[in-house]
Nanobody
């Protein structure tokens, strides 16, 4: 059973930092893509940052220059370093993994990030 387990969410003041971590278990198959999505109340889930197995990255425009994704393929982990946090970053953050073939999407349970003074 494939599981993605997240940690690191919490409450932080504007301008502060948090580091989210995700570890995958229960599979020996490669995740061709891993990353982080977020969903705020009343909004659609959106991609925040993603990385391919080969290390290519893509960031949402709203987080470029502030967030950094990192991935350790040997350990099956993916982290998200979040700096200069803003209130609009408040959301539930989900770890994501994609395997192929067959195409299978896996999601973590979500971790709450709240940016507020």
């Amino acid at each position: 059973q494939v599981q993605l387990v997240e940690s690191g969410g919490g409450l932080v003041q504007p301008g502060g930092s948090l580091r989210l971590s995700c570890v995958a278990s229960g599979t020996s198959n490669v995740f061709i893509r891993m990353g982080w999505y977020r969903q705020a109340p009343g909004k659609q889930r959106e991609s925040v940052a993603e990385m391919t197995h080969g290390g290519d990255t893509i960031y949402a425009d709203s987080v470029k220059g502030r967030f950094t994704i990192s991935r350790n393929n040997a350990e099956n982990t993916v982290d998200l370093q979040m700096n200069s946090l803003k209130p609009e970053d408040t959301a539930v953050y989900y770890c994501y993994g994609l395997q192929f073939p067959p195409s299978r999407n896996y999601w973590g349970q979500g971790t709450q990030v709240t940016v507020s003074s």
